[in-house]
Nanobody
Framework: QVQLVELGGGSVQAGGSLRLSCAYSGFTYINYCMGWFRQAPGKEREGVATINSRGSKNYAESVKGRFTISQDTAKNTVYLQMNSLKPEDTAMYYC????????????????????????WGQGTQVTVSS
């Protein structure tokens, strides 16, 4: 059974940092796409970053230069390092996984938060105070 478990959320002051992790298991995808998405109350879900099985990455414009997505394939874990956090980063953060036929498709999905990813984690709350 496929599972995605996010950890690392919490409360932090503006300018602070958090590192989220997404441990996954049970994948059958050969060429996977992993993504971090977030959703704040009353707002649409938005893409944060995507990474594929070969390590290609893409980011939403709002987080470029501040967030870094990475993975440790040996540990079946994807990370999201979040630096210089802003109050507008406050949201529930979700990890998602799907198959992607090409790197380009995976990279594009960061801009397509409505894409029906095959699997989603339970989410972890990130709260950034002023």
């Amino acid at each position: 059974q496929v599972q995605l478990v996010e950890l690392g959320g919490g409360s932090v002051q503006a300018g602070g940092s958090l590192r989220l992790s997404c441990a996954y298991s049970g994948f059958t995808y050969i060429n996977y796409c992993m993504g971090w998405f977030r959703q704040a109350p009353g707002k649409e879900r938005e893409g944060v970053a995507t990474i594929n099985s070969r390590g290609s990455k893409n980011y939403a414009e709002s987080v470029k230069g501040r967030f870094t997505i990475s993975q440790d394939t040996a540990k079946n874990t994807v990370y999201l390092q979040m630096n210089s956090l802003k109050p507008e980063d406050t949201a529930m953060y979700y990890c998602a996984a799907d198959a992607a036929p090409t790197s380009l498709v995976c990279m594009a999905w960061v801009h397509e938060p409505a894409h029906d990813f095959g699997y989603w984690g339970q989410g972890t709350q990130v709260t950034v105070s002023s």
